[in-house]
Structure formats: structure tokens, C-alpha cells
């Protein structure tokens, strides 16, 4: 037998390499699809589908300086001015400053009488004040909440988180306080 040639004077068996590479590229396709999904993603523990956005990044714009470019409205990443107190706001507050508190990881609650058939002045205070009753309860638990109104929504109301979004269009107290218990302080790079 000629030397340097393997027995059976054909090539060497390469079907395991090949195994080994298609198993591979199949693990690292599945990993693409999930990393970028933009949709019906949740966190366990959170068993409702949310919105899970490109991350916009964490520019600091200086204060007064707005932002038009969002990819999520109402925005969960992305530059951002000053944050603003946790808790109930009763005045609608900058989409620039709610990014900055969901960067400190907080869950931001907001929510529009006018969407869809809009609320008369006491639903309106009905539902701000069942809304007020969560994120007081959860502020009292040390939590990183903030509520405020956010004017021109296709929905009553939207949880978000950083890079994440759900909407109701009623309330459901449950499902408000799992993606609370579920995505606050998730992102939290700055340590609040």
C-alpha cells in the first residue's frame, strides 16, 4: 500500500467534522433568531408576551435637549435627559426623562384617557387612582416605580421596562404587578 494514502484508498471519514459544524451553525442561527426577536418575548415569571425593543443605547442629552427617534413609543431605550422622582406624577412626563428612570431600572407606568373610547373626567380619576394604589404599594416596597400620564397612545396603558413593552387597554392590577416583580431593576447598569 502506498504510504501516505489511508486504508481503503479513499479519503478519510470527515462526516463527524461536518456533524460537528452543521450542529453548530444550528445553535448559532437558533441564538440569532432569539437574540433579535422584536416580539412576543417574555421573562419568566412574566407568563403575558411583551415587545422587546432594539437597545437605542444610553446617551445623556444635555437637560432641555429632546429626541425624535425612537423605536417604541412610549420609548423604552435610548438618549435621555434628567430622570425624574419615582413614583405618581400627575403631569405628563418627558419620554427623555421616563428612558433616564428605566435606565436606573425602573418600571414606568403610563397611561392616556383619550385612547381608544376615551374615559369621562371620574373614569379617568378612577383608573389613575387604582393605578396610584399599585405603584404606591410597590414604592412603599422600595421599588423602582414611576406612573404618569403619556398623551396620544394607541392603548390605555403601557408597562415598560428597559427595551421592553406591554399594553392594556383596562386595567388589570395582576398583570401590572407581575411585570413589575418581573422586569424592575433587570436592567440596572448604573447600580440604583
Not at 383608573?127 to 399599585?134: F, H, I, N
Not at 404618569?148 to 387597554?169: F, K, Q, V
Request: charged share 20%; hydrophobic share 40%; net charge negative.
Amino acid at each position: 500500500m502506498p504510504k501516505g494514502r489511508p486504508r481503503g484508498g479513499g479519503l478519510p471519514n470527515l462526516w463527524p467534522v461536518f456533524g460537528g459544524v452543521a450542529a453548530l451553525a444550528a445553535v448559532v442561527v437558533i441564538a440569532v433568531v432569539v437574540v433579535t426577536s422584536g416580539g412576543g418575548d417574555s421573562r419568566p415569571g412574566y407568563p403575558y408576551p411583551v415587545q422587546t425593543f432594539e437597545d437605542q443605547g444610553r446617551e445623556h442629552l444635555p437637560q432641555g435637549q429632546g429626541y425624535d427617534f425612537y423605536n417604541s413609543d412610549p420609548p423604552t431605550s435610548g438618549p435621555h435627559g434628567p430622570a425624574v422622582d419615582f413614583g405618581v406624577h400627575d403631569e405628563p412626563v418627558a419620554g427623555e426623562s421616563l428612558v433616564h428612570n428605566m435606565e436606573h431600572g425602573g418600571v414606568v407606568i403610563v397611561y392616556d384617557c383619550t385612547a381608544g373610547v376615551p374615559l369621562n373626567g371620574a373614569e379617568c380619576q378612577a383608573l389613575r387612582d387604582e393605578l396610584a394604589a399599585v405603584v404606591q404599594s410597590n414604592i412603599s416596597s422600595r421599588k423602582l416605580v414611576l406612573m404618569a400620564p403619556y398623551p396620544d397612545m394607541d392603548h390605555r396603558i403601557a408597562l415598560t421596562a428597559w427595551r421592553t413593552l406591554d399594553t392594556l387597554d383596562g386595567l388589570d392590577a395582576a398583570r401590572i404587578q407581575a411585570f413589575i416583580d418581573a422586569y424592575e431593576r433587570k436592567f440596572n447598569p448604573e447600580g440604583f
